[in-house]
């Protein structure tokens, strides 16, 4: 099992307290083996994607950045 270096505390200020499907979170490492319509339907769902990032954020996120971010995301 890979370590994660991830601050929850840090992590939980980020989530907004009145949004739907609060209290569904998705914990998962973005790193490129996930199929991004997996993101998408997550998101669609109301799920929150906490995600640690191995390797560039930009170019993992790239294929469902812009769908997340028309569901609301951020």
């Not at 929850?8 to 739907?20: I, N, S």
Request: proline share 3%; charged share 30%; no cysteine.
């Amino acid at each position: 099992m890979s370590d994660f270096d991830l601050d929850l505390r840090a992590a939980e200020e980020q989530l907004d307290d009145g949004a739907a499907g609060a209290g569904d979170v998705t914990v998962a490492v973005l790193d490129g083996t996930t199929d991004p319509e997996e993101w998408v339907g997550l998101v669609a769902e109301g799920r929150t994607l906490l995600l640690a990032v191995d390797g560039d954020l930009n170019a993992l996120a790239a294929p469902f950045a812009r769908e997340v971010t028309e569901l609301g995301g951020r």
